[in-house]
């Protein structure tokens, strides 16, 4: 992995990770399923669906960092 990959992976395990990332995903997601809505695409829905379930694990991964504290 390359330098700048480490640095991103490492900024994504801390709680200003998680909220940036989860926020970010939330927006595609957002957008995505709009379109889907409106086109019926099934490749939008798939990765719409794709990119709420990571929002979800990047909220409940900064959620259990404040009340597990961080590792």
Do not use: C, P
Not at 33 to 62: C, M, P, R, T, Y
């Amino acid at each position: 992995m390359s330098k700048s990959l480490n640095r991103l992976d490492k900024f994504h395990h801390t709680r200003t990770g998680y909220l940036v990332f989860g926020l970010v995903e939330l927006g595609l997601a957002y957008w995505l399923l709009s379109l889907a809505v409106d086109s019926g695409s099934i490749w939008e829905w798939a990765l719409g669906i794709i990119l709420f379930v990571g929002v979800l694990q990047n909220i409940v991964k900064l959620l259990g960092s404040f009340v597990h504290g961080k590792h």
